[in-house]
């Protein structure tokens, strides 16, 4: 949290900003619509979202809610989504939707969080066998109820029902009923919101409730999914009277005491920000004939539209407005051996044996069967359809078959404690022999012939097949044949895979267990007291021949070791994680090295397997000395599998100006989740790591640092399996600044100095020294600052008789005193440059004034005529302002800037700028002379905020005039990147 201050001197207040991150819904989010805080919208529209991420900061109505560098972004709630730089140390969350607001405002003099709401919505992800696409659409931002109770149901975190378990057929019938018409979807299209724990039932309940819609267990053991329409008879119905009633039944009329005069119904209003709102609608007929006020109060809290809460009203109205009757009737068993509930059959309600009857439609509420010949059934008179006379028509019953048939194949499994936890469990795999099997009852002994305990039920199933090929311990490939065949009732299992997306693979998904069986037909345990078995997650499959298919798995899972196995011998059984379920008992943490029995008995929806014998299966239970019982159970995004990644290796840390770049190999053992950088001052690693980046970066650019800082890196690396890897530490030393040296290689600049600098000094560091009024050069041979022009420096004898003509210099061009010689000793023209050494004459012989303007000519000294590097002539350019960069490829020229260059001098070159990198993108940062590439360079942003950044090179491009541009490429598409500060130099001497 941060706080800002203002005010005078007589009071002073503070506003406080602080960071909030909030899960919104199940991912993918696939709308917003507004974003408010306390109260009040600081977005508002209507906004798609189509990637992982979605930076809203440029959209708040009010920028000042933010601090400098705070921002407000949406994460979709994908699989790909990256955790955020202001959550240090949390996972990316992937699967939920995330509002993140960094440096929001909590308030002024107020440390207290602030409420945010988000309107937003999502399409439900179901699979088109269920709910065809054409009927899984948005409208009005409203979706189809169907497809909604679909995903809640199959999903994990709802029911975790297998998609194998649905009656298909009756799913897309209920679904397109809704999705029809636009009337149909003005009435049942709804805004499911589910904020808390609650029963399936109660969930199903609220959705399909509004318009009559029902699950129900046909007799194939399939969860069906249908709507109930009011008031229409589809004609051929079944017709019970007096033949097929055990007794005389009591069906009273309808009572006009039970219709209310007014429906009061409620719903979330969203044109009242989605708040609870009521909706009133009289019934005139009921209250003409009660003459009372009675008032039902109806609950919708799925609709949002006030003109679908009415819609909902007059037709809870219109049906109860005909006073419809309850009655329990009493029936022989095989007449209605075919019937479910929901179903609608028609009712003599003129009980008189022989002569006419009169047939009323009903819907059956409740059927209740026994081990009997009777039947129970609570109906409901359909009143809207009128009763019609008939002649009653014999009709022979057919027996219902009430079986259920036992289980024949199946497997007992000792979990790995490091990845299930204490105490020991048990995973009890079974195939379904027949698609009526709605599941298990599943029973424990601790002795063969002792007593059984009821575990309780298991509904889901495995199937089996077989090892067409050896693999080795390293292999990432297998060749399964599925036992089972491809029509089973649960083959639909095996091809559950995560369609070659090894991230989901990676949380285990889809499973299959190899093993080897003991004599006894139990998984073989090994002389170390492990399980001769592995688990495998599976990545993907592709069809081979038959029910033969090349698997693509992940090895070693769940606490298991990847070996080699061999067809010959191995067992195979391919089950989803969701349909393990850890059976523990008691006794079982006592039976460590010994054997535990279990019986399964199978059950339909009527009906109990009750054959003998009962199936039966045993149990090695893992002995005390067995690995599996090391370690602690993992903290990461799924249970420990498999072995830690390797560290990084091959970092540097390569110093910069105000920077320090990072660069490392990743491993390859095993698929990565995440990489982490920790930062420090000292020796000592932090707790949390600062900087968290995806798992393919292995390069970090560290901008912002002072001169001469000393840091200290950690890299750390985390699997998929949620295992970590730590190396380091590794340091490096920002550089101390620019010098001429690094533009020209063995240019230094003179330093004005009050007193000569007695650390950091080199060969050829020149000072001159206020004091004295000299120049000064250090010697780094004798290591001290030696006078650069004075008589130590001057040769013995360095100037010789003879090395000046006679008569050259004559009396009027020395002054007196200053050469003593005859005025016919130097000749003209006899000095000329390679007569004097370089430094020879300092300022002290030449006496002041003598050489005058009329000394030297015009243009006499050119650039000949002045040592290496006396001039440097520098070309700059510098513009205030901004510049964007976007889009994949999209290329801005930053700076430009002219410079005439003589000879071959080289030209150094200078660029600053600062921007905000896009988390994760890539950039290439170049220079260019008269168009042409000279020096490029790629960068990867970091997951932080604004960058300053320097680039500098050199360049020799011959003599002439010449343009040199420094452009910015933006590799990654999506947002814009905005550039602002640009400044480019170009330096270069004149010789």
């Keep these: 949290m941060s706080s800002g201050g203002k005010g005078g001197a007589a009071a002073q207040s503070k506003n406080y900003y602080g960071t909030l991150a909030g899960a919104i819904c199940w991912g993918p989010l696939d709308w917003i619509k507004a974003v408010i805080l306390n109260g009040n919208y600081i977005f508002q529209g209507s906004l798609t979202l189509t990637t992982d991420v979605t930076d809203l900061t440029g959209s708040i109505l009010d920028p000042t809610l933010l601090a400098p560098g705070g921002y407000l972004k949406i994460y979709r709630g994908t699989e790909t989504q990256p955790a955020d730089a202001a959550l ?41 066998a269920i709910v065809a696409a054409i009927d899984n659409v948005v409208d009005d931002d409203q979706i189809n109820p169907i497809a909604a109770w679909a995903e809640i149901l199959l999903d994990e975190r709802g029911g975790s029902v297998d998609v194998a378990q649905l009656d298909a057929a009756s799913w897309l019938a209920a679904a397109h009923w809704c999705a029809q018409d636009q009337a149909h979807k003005d009435y049942t299209f709804c805004s499911p919101l589910v904020t808390e724990q609650s029963a399936l039932r109660d969930i199903a309940r609220a959705l399909m409730d509004p318009f009559n819609g029902f699950c129900r267990w046909t007799n194939a053991g399939k ?141 059956i509420e409740k059927l209740q069967q026994d081990r009997t010949d009777e039947a129970t059934l609570t109906i409901v008179t359909d009143n809207l359809v009128p009763a019609n006379a008939y002649t009653p028509v014999w009709t022979p019953p057919t027996p219902p078959t009430t079986s259920s048939p036992p289980l024949l194949h199946y497997l007992g499994v000792p979990l790995p404690p490091n990845a299930w936890g204490w105490p020991s469990a048990v995973a009890l795999l079974a195939t379904r022999p027949d698609a009526k099997i709605v599941g298990f009852e599943a029973y424990f002994g601790s002795t063969h012939a002792g007593a059984y305990a009821d575990l309780g039920q298991q509904s889901g199933f495995a199937v089996r097949a077989t090892l067409a090929a050896d693999i080795a311990s390293g292999a990432a490939a297998a060749q399964f044949t599925e036992t089972d065949g491809l029509s089973a009732p649960d083959a639909g299992l095996a091809s559950n895979t995560p369609g070659g997306n090894a991230t989901e693979a990676g949380d285990n998904v889809l499973l299959a267990l190899l093993a080897t069986l003991d004599g006894s037909g139990r998984i073989a345990i090994d002389g170390s007291g492990n399980p001769v078995m592995e688990f495998v997650s599976i990545v993907d499959r592709a069809a081979v021949a038959g029910a033969t298919f090349n698997y693509t798995i992940l090895r070693g899972r769940l606490g298991t070791t990847a070996v080699a196995w061999a067809a010959a011998t191995t067992v195979v059984w391919i089950v989803p994680r969701a349909n393990i379920v850890p059976w523990r008992h008691s006794l079982l943490s006592a039976m460590l090295g010994g054997v535990a029995y279990f019986r399964l008995v199978s059950f339909t929806q009527d009906a109990v397997d009750d054959s003998l014998p009962v199936p039966e299966l045993s149990v090695n239970m893992l002995p005390a000395n067995s690995s599996l019982f090391g370690g602690a159970l993992d903290g990461g995004t799924s249970p420990d599998d498999g072995v830690d990644p390797n560290p990084v290796s091959g970092v540097t840390v390569t110093p910069g100006l105000g920077l320090l770049v990072l660069t490392w190999s990743n491993p390859t053992n095993i698929p990565l989740l995440k990489v982490y950088i920790y930062e420090s001052a000292t020796t000592t690693r932090p707790a949390l790591p600062q900087y968290v980046f995806a798992p393919g970066t292995t390069a970090f650019f560290r901008t912002g640092l002072p001169p001469s800082t000393l840091a200290y890196y950690w890299i750390e690396v985390q699997g998929v399996n949620g295992r970590r890897k730590l190396a380091g530490p590794f340091s490096g030393t920002t550089r101390a600044g620019i010098t001429l040296s690094d533009i020209v290689a063995g240019l230094t600049m003179v330093e004005v100095v009050g007193t000569l600098p007695v650390s950091g000094n080199f060969d050829g560091r020149f000072a001159f020294l206020t004091t004295d009024k000299k120049l000064y050069r250090f010697d780094g041979t004798a290591g001290a600052w030696i006078r650069t022009v004075d008589g130590a420096d001057l040769v013995a004898n360095s100037v010789v008789a003879g090395a000046i003509a006679a008569g050259a210099i004559t009396a009027y061009a020395v002054g007196a005193n200053l050469i003593i010689t005859n005025t016919a000793n130097i000749d003209n023209a006899v000095i000329t440059g390679a007569k004097i050494a370089l430094a020879e004459i300092g300022t002290g012989h030449l006496q002041d004034l003598s050489a005058t303007t009329g000394k030297i000519a015009d243009l006499a000294v050119e650039t000949l005529k002045i040592g290496d590097n006396a001039v440097t002539v520098p070309v700059s350019a510098s513009t205030s302002g901004s510049q964007s960069v976007s889009g994949s490829g999209g290329t801005q020229v930053m700076q430009s800037v002219t410079i005439n260059v003589v000879g071959s001098e080289p030209v150094a070159l200078f660029a600053s700028f600062q921007f905000n990198p896009v988390d994760n993108y890539t950039y290439w940062f170049r220079f260019k002379c008269d168009g042409s590439e000279i020096y490029v360079v790629q960068y990867k942003a970091p997951v932080i905020g604004a960058d300053h950044d320097c680039l500098y090179t050199s360049h020799a491009p011959g003599a002439g005039t010449h343009t040199y541009d420094f452009e910015v490429t933006q590799i990654s598409s999506g947002s814009s990147t905005n550039f602002s500060k640009r400044e480019m130099l170009a330096l270069s001497t004149k010789k």
């Design 88 to 128: 240090a140390g949390h996972p990316p969350y992937k699967g939920t939707a995330l509002l993140v607001a960094s440096g929001i405002f909590f308030g002024q003099d107020s440390g207290t969080a602030p409420n945010i709401q988000i309107i937003g919505g999502r399409k439900p992800r179901v699979s088109t």
């Design 223 to 363: 969860l069906a999914c249908n709507i109930y329409e009011w008031g229409v008879d589809p004609g051929g119905l079944t017709v019970l009277d007096s033949r097929h009633w055990t007794k005389k039944p009591s069906i009273p009329l309808g009572d006009w005491n039970d219709v209310p005069t007014e429906i009061l119904l409620s719903f979330v209003d969203r044109d009242y920000e989605y708040q609870d709102n009521s909706h009133l609608v009289p019934n005139a007929r009921a209250a003409q004939i009660r003459q009372v006020d009675d008032q039902q109060r109806l609950e919708r809290k799925h609709v949002t539209r006030i003109a679908q809460a009415h819609k909902h009203a007059v037709e809870y109205n219109r049906r109860v407005g005909t006073a419809p009757t309850t009655a329990t009737i009493n029936v022989r068993q095989p007449f209605v051996a075919g019937m479910n509930v929901g179903d609608k059959i028609r009712l003599n309600t003129n009980p008189e044996p022989g002569g006419a009857g009169l047939s009323q439609l009903v819907r």
